[in-house]
């Protein structure tokens, strides 16, 4: 190779290593030393998470005769006190009959409502395509979660918006054939069977077909002198071979939860309404009520009462639950706590003959980057987290000391050495 070919060479791979090595200074010295986070928007709960135990006004249904049942309500239905909630066959092939028989009434009703209801040209058709939307998104998420009593009901509601479509569109006239069949089906299968007798209710209430045995663990009555040494104690209780479900007949219902003194001091320091997660049976935050508060002999753990009137098909059937105590609800910016430092600010007041006059004084705030500037900023923390707080965007007259705090999309410093007010970074 030509000795000059070589030094050209040489020379080019020094300079574009020395580039790269002076690209490299220049960007840790204008990044890395002071990297930064935008000032976001943020909604937090404070929360007690633990374990509770659903306490509800219950009365157990037992099927005292050799027959089969047949339910003719459905779980979460209100039922009258001594109203039918079954029918008793005498095999189970009658039973079956006679609820197919039920479920082939209800598909015929569904028909004759779409039918008498739905009027080609005075229905939008768009709001029957959203209608088969929803309920398709809806059969999908309880599929997708394993609900599948939920995923039935689904089926049969979505069927509503498709058959009024197949009407206002013009895919059939009518249901009129539809509807003779079913009615022959049904005139077949309840002339093929013949209840025995009827199971009845002795209160009113909701029924509910699944019992697991804490029916009877806790005195509803007796809900305000529960102590944490009553729901440790809880006993499960084998459910009999004739179980024939519950009534449930107050709307109102308790969650009883061992918590630590702490966390039993700071729901008593908020003294308000909190709301109550119970993951594993609603994706719903449901409003509570706390009705008791008590501490066990060592104090280091206490019993919380909850209660609750809103009620669903899972609730129902919910016991031993993941609960979520949701308290005080906090919208703020989040600022990462790395962020947090104590400095100077100054605040300028006038006096009678408009003369300036300056004071300063030190506070908690952040550093933010304005283009090459540093700015500190004095900050009203409402929630701290592990690693972040939530900031007050608009705090109350008084806290500030002069009325200057972060901003949304600030970029706020989290990170770097000798910061100050006024700081220019190169």
Known sequence: MDKLLFKRILVAALTVLALVYVAYLLISANFDSYPTENAVMATVSDKIKTNGMIIRD????????????????????????????????SNESDAVAQTTADQLRARKESLEYIQKNTISGTMSLDVINNNVRSKMIALLDDVNNVKISSAKSDCDQLMIPINQRLLYTGKVDNFGKEIAQLQSQIDALSASSNAISNLTTPKAGYFCRFCDGYESSFDYGNIKYMTLSDLRNAKKADVPSNNAGKIISNVKWYVACEVTGEEALSLKIYDGDVSVMLSEASTEAIPAEVTRITSADSQDKALVVLMCDYMNDGLMQARTEPVEICMGTYTGLRISKRAIHDDYVTKVTYDDNDNPHKEQKKVQGVYVL?????????????????????????????????????????????????????????
């Open 58 to 89: 219950e009365t157990v249904l037992s099927n005292t005769s050799s027959g089969v049942l047949s339910y003719t309500v459905s779980n979460g239905e209100a039922v009258n006190a001594n109203g039918e909630i079954a029918k008793v066959f």
């Open 370 to 426: 304005y283009g090459s500037e540093v700015q500190f900023k004095q900050i009203s923390i409402l929630y701290s987290e592990k690693d972040h707080v939530i900031c007050d965007t608009s705090p109350a007259k008084g806290v500030l000391f002069n009325g200057k705090t972060v901003e949304l999309y600030d970029k706020v410093i989290v990170k770097g050495d000798d910061l100050y007010d006024g700081k220019v970074i190169k």
